[in-house]
């Protein structure tokens, strides 16, 4: 069973940034979809950034260019890093992983979640 721990979260101010930090322990997917979301207060949880195990990401239009997924395989840590941040983007973030999917802008997609991490930013 896999676990995922969040961390890097905390305040900024707009047009800063700010990394995320998901480590993976216990078994883990030879072929597997990783991806980060978000969710603010009253809103529906949204797909910010994901990556599967051939490589592939992918972001949504509210973060291109302005967030970078990326993940160490070695030491099993999925990374968002966030620049240019806007108030916009206060959300508590999550970190989820599964088997390869089509779709990792899509919470149905994925059934193991970590406990999130607030991002606040203020302008």
């Known amino acids: 069973q896999v676990q995922l721990v969040e961390s890097g979260g905390g305040s900024a101010q707009a047009g800063g940034s700010l990394r995320l930090s998901c480590v993976a322990a216990g078994y883990t997917y030879s072929h597997y979809s990783m991806a980060w979301f978000r969710q603010a207060p009253g809103k529906e949880r949204e797909g910010v950034a994901g990556i599967d195990s051939y490589g592939s990401t992918n972001y949504a239009d509210s973060v291109k260019g302005r967030f970078t997924i990326s993940e160490d395989n070695a030491k099993k840590i999925l990374y968002l890093q966030m620049n240019s941040l806007k108030p916009d983007d206060t959300a508590m973030y999550y970190c989820?992983?599964?088997?390869?999917?089509?779709?990792?802008?899509?919470?149905?997609?994925?059934?193991?979640w970590g406990q999130g991490t607030q991002v606040t930013v203020s302008s």
């Open positions: 989820a992983t599964d088997v390869w999917c089509i779709g990792t802008m899509t919470p149905r997609n994925f059934r193991t």
